[in-house]
């Protein structure tokens, strides 16, 4: 079963790619205060003993860059959909 997701395309914009190990999210926010809620993920998985687990990038043109290893594929999902950067989730 795949995790899918759905958001506000007027608010941001998210990608994935996916490598051999990992899958790699482009995640841009069309309103700046919506970057404080991927903060808040990344607080969720900076205080976990994981260290590798998901790597957070932000460019210079504003865009965020997210490495997250196959294995926390839906706890990365989840922790968007509880700040509520995702409106729905559905297993199918």
């Known amino acids: 079963m795949k ?4 958001f506000n395309k007027e608010l941001l914009s ?8 990992d899958i790699e999210f482009s ?5 700046v205060k919506l970057a404080e809620k991927l903060e808040k993920v990344h607080q969720y998985f900076d205080l976990n003993e994981i260290h590798t687990d998901a ?3 932000t460019n210079k ?9 196959k294995d926390f594929y839906e706890d ?9 950067l995702l409106e729905r989730l559905k297993w199918e």
Do not use: H
Not at 3 to 6: G, S
């Open 3 to 6: 995790l899918n997701y759905e």
């Open 76 to 84: 990365f999902i989840l922790q968007l959909f509880k700040q509520q």
């Open 61 to 69: 043109d504003g865009s965020n860059q997210i490495i997250v290893k």
């Open 14 to 21: 998210i990608t994935e790619k996916v490598n051999e190990e």
């Open 27 to 31: 995640i841009v926010f069309k309103n």
């Open 55 to 57: 790597l957070f990038f």
